[in-house]
């Protein structure tokens, strides 16, 4: 080959080797009438976990198909290791592994055989029987797959992901049908393939788990990008102070006592929750104890808190419920 076209080629690999895990750019999508992405943009650095999160329907699953390949956009750019997960899917094969909900799987074939048959296809794989005992399936690797339950198959599925040794996975509701501990293992697994390298794009419906396992996390809704940051940064700035008294308490009369920005609301009935802006502080704290004094309330079950990444989750996408 030529020394010109060495250099080129050199040049073009060293941006692929340093370009985000995944870039989404004014991302569209259309399903007949429907809009299922709506010009969404986000990205996702290499070596950290990040976790797209949403509703039913509000576009996710379409984002992750298209980064993935299975699907083309309609419109926007979409780059995944710096390539173009549609015109580049060859060189992309070995490079990704992805995480399948259910399906794709012969309903026969034992656990064991299954994972020896994907390793076949890799060039430098993982051990299978290691690997099989990392996911705790060792035992059950004579099992058929329509056998193994539900929570079985899905650590199958994510040993399956991982066993090409890729540089960026896609884990779509990993824990799904999981005990706690088969749950935590999980867990354990993901932070050991961050402290790899290994960039992971994680959607769940456990807020919990994206709380505990991101470093960044987008969400969406109706399609488009609503919020996006660490935990910390989406669940920050707001402090609670929680407290069961009897129903009917003045709340705006309590707030009228507070800082300016307070907010106090009862939900459900006799229980209250007093939100304000710069955290909770020793000040706030006798305030509230002094009004419920001054008003002979006892408060019970006191107790502060922090927002959760599922109180953030709720307040931008709403509490309807949606198929």
Known sequence: MPAGRNRRRAHRLAIVSTAPAVEVASLVKRYRHALAVDGL????????????LGPNG??????????????????????????DPARDSR?????????????GVPPAIPAGEYLRLLARFHAQPLDPAGLLDRVGLTEAA???????????????????????????????????GMDPQARHATWDLIGEL??????VILTTHFMD?????????????????????????????????RFRADGGLD???????????SAAKESPAGH????????????LLASVTAWCAEHSVLPTSLRIESRTLEDVFLELTGRELRS
């Open 209 to 241: 788990e994206a709380e505990q396992l991101s470093d960044q996390v987008a969400i969406i809704d109706h399609g488009r990008l609503v919020a996006g940051g660490t935990p910390a940064e989406l669940c920050g700035g707001v402090g609670q102070l």
């Open 41 to 52: 943009t986000l990205t996702a650095a290499r070596g950290e976990v990040t976790s797209i």
């Open 251 to 261: 709340t705006d009369g309590l707030v009228a006592a507070l800082p300016d920005g």
């Open 142 to 176: 004579r099992t058929p797959y329509k056998r193994l339950s539900g929570g079985q198959q899905q650590r199958l599925a994510l040993a399956a992901a991982v066993i090409g040794r890729p540089e960026l996975v896609f884990l779509d509701e990993p824990t799904a």
């Open 272 to 283: 209250y929750v007093i939100e304000v802006p710069d955290g909770v502080s020793p000040q």
């Open 58 to 83: 509000a576009g996710k699953t379409t984002t992750i198909e298209i980064c993935e390949g299975y699907r083309r956009a309609d419109a926007g750019t979409v780059r995944v290791l710096g390539l």
């Open 91 to 103: 060189a992309l094969r070995p490079r990704v592994g992805v995480m399948l909900q259910a399906g």
């Open 194 to 199: 961050r402290m790899a390298g290994v960039s």
